[in-house]
T-cell receptor, first 111, second 118 residues
Framework: DAGVTQSPTHLIKTRGQQVTLRCSPK?????VSWYQQALGQGPQFIFQ???????QRGNFPDRFSGHQFPNYSSELNVNALLLGDSALYLC??????????FGPGTRLLVL | AQKVTQAQTEISVVEKEDVTLDCVYE???????LFWYKQPPSGELVFLIR??????QNEISGRYSWNFQKSTSSFNFTITASQVVDSAVYFC???????????????FGTGTQLKVEL
């Protein structure tokens, strides 16, 4: 039974560029959440998708957008990258509002 | 607003020592969930436990135990006879229990780095 998978594992971008991160939920899960974890900090909630709709959003600017596909997989898009967007981006999945299980994350470095 | 505080930034112990990681939370909700996650150097958050706010019974799972005290808004985690493999960052988290609509976002503390040495 595959867990949550994310791609790519690492990414290097320059300021102003755009990036897309991908997440496949654990089998049987229909809800996907995205978190940003800066170095030495706890994860910060970005948004959550359920039934292809954004169900909840954290305190992040509109540069951060997402999408959920019919197969429950999800993408996180970040436009106009800033140096401060450098972080570990974690995807979590769950069924409904049950316990969230996390993927290995994507490490984004913005130069 | 919800808030989770983990005052211990880093703890170092010698193998076989017992260690307790503290977690204090704030919420206006009467129904909520508390969690502990482990983050090894690889980065993936590993789920350890989820507790409902109505269930204050302490729980033990092998060398791990959790003490939930609603009166002091604390949810502390104890590792008995620590091992080197326990070295990781441990996060306490909180989510509100939404019955209809809304999501179940997690609010995390800043984590406690546990180092277990031989």
């Amino acid at each position: 039974d595959a867990g949550v998978t994310q791609s790519p594992t690492h990414l290097i971008k320059t300021r102003g560029q755009q990036v897309t991160l991908r997440c496949s939920p654990k089998s049987g899960h229909d809800t996907v959440s995205w978190y940003q974890q800066a170095l030495g900090q706890g994860p910060q909630f970005i948004f959550q998708y359920y039934e292809e709709e954004e169900r909840q959003r954290g305190n992040f600017p509109d540069r951060f957008s997402g999408h959920q596909f019919p197969n429950y997989s999800s993408e996180l898009n970040v436009n106009a990258l800033l140096l401060g967007d450098s972080a570990l981006y974690l995807c979590a999945s769950c069924r409904g509002r049950e316990t969230q299980y996390f993927g290995p994350g994507t490490r984004l470095l913005v130069l | 607003a919800q808030k989770v505080t983990q005052a211990q930034t880093e703890i170092s112990v010698v193998e076989k020592e017992d260690v307790t990681l503290d977690c204090v939370y704030e919420t206006r909700d009467t129904t909520y969930y508390l969690f502990w996650y482990k983050q090894p150097p690889s980065g993936e958050l590993v789920f350890l436990i989820r507790r409902n706010s109505f269930d204050e019974q302490n729980e033990i799972s092998g060398r791990y135990s959790w003490n939930f005290q609603k009166s002091t808004s604390s949810f502390n985690f104890t590792i008995t006879a620590s091992q080197v493999v326990d070295s990781a960052v441990y996060f306490c988290a909180l989510s509100e229990a939404i019955l209809t609509g809304g999501g179940n976002k997690l609010t995390f503390g800043t984590g406690t780095q546990l180092k277990v040495e031989l």
